[in-house]
Nanobody, 123 residues
Framework: QVQLVESGGGLVQAGGSLRLSCAAS????????MGWFRQAPGKEREFVST????????YYADSVKGRFTISRDNAKNTVYLQMNSLKPDDTAIYYC????????????????WGQGTQVTISS
């Protein structure tokens, strides 16, 4: 019923910046929280950040705190992830997710997932 489409991925040099977008086809009453995860080859999916639609409250993984910023545009049903000071370790497929609570989404218990967008950071 809901499609999440990520965009903005690509190849950038270490120290550079990139902005990812996640556009939702529609909003539902249960889609209160949006978030970002990432997965590198051979590793499990890793939590990155979440944001609550209603008040804009945010939460970040320690690995990206101070470098990444999550934001939302309620009118466009779109969430963004501004990534600065990128490192080679940030290389991964980045997935957008949506769910009911901050805790559920951060735990990977999202109701909706996007197909992912590749982010590659060269050294």
């Amino acid at each position: 019923q809901v499609q999440l489409v990520e965009s903005g991925g690509g190849l950038v040099q270490a120290g550079g910046s990139l902005r990812l977008s996640c556009a939702a086809s529609r909003r539902t009453y249960s889609m209160y929280v949006m978030g970002w995860f990432r997965q590198a080859p051979g590793k499990e999916r890793e939590f990155v950040s979440t944001i609550r639609w209603s008040d804009g409250s945010t939460y970040y993984a320690d690995s990206v705190k101070g470098r990444f910023t999550i934001s939302r545009d309620n009118a466009k049903n779109t969430v963004y992830l501004q990534m600065n000071s990128l490192k080679p370790d940030d290389t991964a497929i980045y997935y957008c997710a949506a769910g009911k609570t901050m805790g559920a989404v951060q735990s990977g218990l999202s109701d909706y997932w996007g197909q992912g967008t590749q982010v590659t950071i060269s050294s």
